[in-house]
Structures are given as C-alpha cells and as structure tokens.
C-alpha cells in the first residue's frame, strides 16, 4: 500500500523556499538563480541573432573579459548599468520588478 502524505505537488516549492530560508541561504540562492537566467537569457539571444562576442562587447562599448563575466552564470558580481547596457546592445529592455 502506498504511503499517503499530505502535501500536494503545489506545496512543494513553498516547503524548499522554508528550507533556504531556514538555513539562512534563501537570498543567495535566489540571487545566483536570477544571475543565471539572465546570463543564459544574454547568450540565447546573442544566438538567435548571430551575434559573436567580439560584436557584443564593440556594442556595448566595454572589453571582451568584461562580456566574458557577464556571460558567467557563476559570476554574480554584475552592475545593473551593465545589465540594461547588454539589453540595449541587443535592442531588448532590461525589466526589473518586486513580486
């Protein structure tokens, strides 16, 4: 006979969420998850376009290592100048909000 439990699939992201925030590493989770969308969001889109890093960094206006960072999921340590001026470089909008 099956075990019965009493959480539904809709409850189990809120028990994880408890869990980061219970070890106190709910933010930093959070933040490198939002880092990596975005860099994986950067690149795809680089993609679609044909756009080579070389050209990237020209249309940004900055070096090659600097796009090289951006482009790092591990690398959390980003401006939102840079952010909204890769968004530009691509004719996107960087948007930001509170939920």
Avoid: C
Wanted: no cysteine; charged share 35%; aromatic share 6%.
């Amino acid at each position: 006979m099956a075990k019965v439990t009493k959480h539904t699939k809709a409850a189990f992201g809120s028990d994880f969420d408890d869990f980061l925030r219970d070890e106190e590493i709910y933010e930093e989770v959070q933040s490198a998850a939002i880092k990596r969308v975005v860099a994986w969001q950067l690149a795809e889109e680089m993609r679609k376009q044909s756009i080579t890093k070389v050209e990237m960094a020209r249309r940004m206006q900055t070096s090659r290592s600097q796009l090289d960072r951006l482009l790092d999921p591990d690398n959390d340590r980003i401006e939102l100048a840079t952010l909204g001026r890769a968004a530009r470089a691509l004719g996107r909008e960087l948007q930001i909000g509170l939920t």
